[in-house]
């Protein structure tokens, strides 16, 4: 299992953002998350390289297998 921690870094904009909000302002308000709400976009997009990537392969090489 792997955990990952992000970090959340304070950002220092040089004034208090507190006095160019309306009042009673509240950023999380009307936020309900839910993953049936996110759609997500599979891109098939076929690449192409301009060489063939055989020739920098070992021979019989198989990304598969296991050591």
Known sequence: EIV????????NVGFDTYFYLP???NPY???K??????HYMECEEE???DFNV??????????FMRP
């Not at 990952?4 to 950002?11: G, K, L, S």
């Not at 055989?54 to 990304?63: A, H, M, Q, R, S």
């Open 4 to 11: 990952y921690i992000e970090e959340e870094e304070e950002i």
């Open 33 to 38: 998350i839910s993953l049936d709400d996110i």
């Open 23 to 25: 009042e009673g302002f």
């Open 29 to 31: 308000q009307g936020m």
């Open 54 to 63: 055989d020739d920098f392969l070992p021979k019989d090489f198989d990304p």
């Open 47 to 49: 690449i192409h390289l």
